[in-house]
């Protein structure tokens, strides 16, 4: 399936609604309201926005994200952790699920604190420059200006290259064994 030629935004959180609603009044904007919907639905109307901006609430890694977190709430088994990245990884190889080039979201400070370690540490690890936090009360002009001063970075890796290690990604440990220590400022 072709890809839309506009930047697309995935809003996640409390508050997505009324965030896709003030969107809906923004030149160059599609609005899209697609949580719920079949992955291959969603991909296809995404796909054929043909404006800028795509920003809707059609998470891809909505599932994975939840079994990632019933996981290390010992809510679920590691078979049904592994079972959605197998389904997210044929969706995405199928083109039925189209990675978003930036997630917003929507009060992480608001977030019970696993999923914030999702979207800012397991999510947020993989491209940091690509998952930002926004306030959902800010409406239109604050996400006007997120759109307008979106950063540049890296695209997302390939979820096949990182989504099968997501177990060994433990909850507030994700990216802290990567991380360089600073020179001992003490040492002479």
């Not at 609005?31 to 054929?48: D, F, K, T, V, Y």
């Not at 989504?163 to 991380?179: E, F, N, S």
Request: some cysteine.
């Amino acid at each position: 399936m072709d890809s839309t030629t506009g930047t697309i935004v995935a809003v996640v959180g409390p508050g997505a609604d009324d965030v896709l609603a003030s969107a809906d009044v923004l030149g160059g904007v599609s609005a899209l309201s697609l949580r719920g919907s079949e992955p291959a639905i969603a991909s296809h109307r995404i796909s054929a926005s043909g404006t800028p901006w795509v920003v809707h609430d059609a998470d891809p890694l909505e599932h994975v994200a939840s079994a990632w977190i019933e996981f290390f709430q010992e809510r679920a088994t590691l078979g049904a952790l592994e079972a959605e990245i197998d389904d997210a990884l044929g969706q995405f190889e199928r083109g039925h699920a189209l990675m978003p080039d930036y997630y917003l979201v929507l009060e992480p400070d608001d977030a019970p604190e696993i999923w914030r370690h999702w979207w800012c540490g397991a999510l947020g690890y993989r491209a940091p420059r690509r998952v930002l936090p926004i306030h959902a009360s800010s409406g239109a002009d604050a996400l006007r200006r997120m759109l307008r001063s979106l950063p540049t970075s890296r695209p997302w890796p390939d979820p096949a290259n990182w989504l099968p290690g997501l177990a060994m990604q433990i909850p507030d440990r994700v990216g802290l064994r990567d991380r360089v220590a600073p020179p001992d400022s003490t040492a002479s």
